[in-house]
């Protein structure tokens, strides 16, 4: 049984810094990119952060680049969200997703429940 279970949230004022982490099972996380997603209310799902299946390739929205830091271990079956200098706009709950390497683009297969972030100003 697939899981991706998103741990670290919560409240935090602005300038803070959160971690979280994405504890995967059920599949072989090695053979998978993985990404961050984040969504609030009345807004889409947006893509903050990604990497490639060993850690090496990173990518990242413009609206988090220089504060947030997405890092995994695959000796540890988890991805990391490193985010510093936060704003209130980064408000949302955040979900860690999976994709098989070889799939091209963001259709990402497995998705874990969310967690809040709230930055308060």
């Known amino acids: 049984q697939v899981q991706l279970v998103e741990s670290g949230g919560g409240l935090v004022q602005a300038g803070g810094s959160l971690r979280l982490s994405c504890a995967a099972s059920g599949f072989t996380f090695s053979s998978y990119d993985m990404g961050w997603f984040r969504q609030s209310p009345g807004k889409e799902r947006e893509r903050v952060a990604a990497?490639?299946?060993?850690?090496?390739?990173?990518y990242y929205a413009d609206s988090v680049k220089g504060r947030f830091t997405i890092s995994r271990d695959n000796a540890k079956n988890t991805v990391y969200l490193q985010m510093n200098g936060l704003k209130p706009e980064d408000t949302a709950v955040y979900y860690c997703a999976a994709k098989y390497f070889l799939v091209i683009g963001s259709d990402y297969s497995y998705w874990g429940q969310g967690t809040q972030v709230t930055v308060s100003s």
């Open positions: 990497t490639g299946r060993r850690g090496v390739s990173t």
